[in-house]
């Protein structure tokens, strides 16, 4: 970062985060030379929770996202206007149930991105890497591929 900033100065430059499934980006956040290890903050209508790892799995009926406190790490879900109305994954049932559990209570939709988080001070999302069990997956030229 401090180096594109030194050759481009008055550029402002950008990290953003999201999945493939939410139209692939729900946070933007500017970055600046010593402020650069988050992905920013959700854009209007999106939002993002943390929760326990594995929370989210028990996405049956009558389930409720529990957010973890502020700084504490957990999985990183999406929820808001770009996965409203999504209908997951085409002919695969158990697939789609598994990635986009259902709030009881508020009939949200939240996509559970493999991803490991944490919300920092300012209220910007850090990604802190991917949870155990994610090795099916390999990341070419920045897309994500789940392996056969």
């Known amino acids: 970062v401090r180096r594109t900033a030194e050759a481009l100065p008055g550029v402002r430059m950008l990290a953003t985060y999201g999945v493939t499934e939410a139209c692939v980006y729900q946070t933007a956040g500017e970055i600046v030379p010593g402020d650069a290890g988050h992905v920013g903050a959700a854009m209007g209508g999106n939002g993002y929770a943390i929760v326990r790892e594995g929370d989210a799995a028990q996405g049956a009926a009558g389930w409720t996202p529990r957010p973890l406190p502020d700084g504490e790490t957990g999985e990183i879900l999406l929820h808001g206007d770009q996965l409203d109305g999504c209908s997951g994954y085409l002919g695969d049932a158990s697939a789609t149930a598994a990635a986009f559990p259902r709030c009881a209570a508020t009939g949200t939709t939240y996509y559970r991105t493999g991803d ?33």
Request: aromatic content about 0%.
């Open 116 to 148: 490991r988080g944490r919300v920092d001070p300012r209220g910007r999302l850090v990604v802190c890497g991917r949870i155990a069990g994610g090795a099916r997956q390999v990341k070419l030229h920045g897309i994500r591929l789940e392996l056969g």
